[in-house]
């Protein structure tokens, strides 16, 4: 799906559609969290924070476990 900013004042908007919203059980007052790695923009809805500590865990075992492999996938 390829998408366009719209003008919104002085800054701009993405229009989402419905469809992806019901997707993702977003509604207008969701928080989402916003991030960037430099080169793409991620959109996410905000988590509790029991999800959020058990993927950083998940994320730091996943580290310890293959970090030899993943340093050399990354040269």
Not at 6 to 24: E, V
Not at 33 to 42: A, N, P, R, W
Not at 54 to 62: I, L, N, P, S, T
């Amino acid at each position: 799906m390829v998408k366009t900013l719209t003008k919104h004042g002085n800054s701009y908007a993405l229009i989402i559609d419905r469809a992806i919203l019901d997707l993702l059980k977003i509604t207008s007052e969701t928080p989402l969290e916003i991030s960037t790695d430099g080169q793409c923009l991620t959109i996410a809805p905000v988590r509790d924070d029991a999800h959020r500590a058990k993927f950083k865990k998940a994320m730091g075992d996943v580290n310890r476990k293959y970090a030899r492999a993943l340093k050399k996938l990354a040269e």
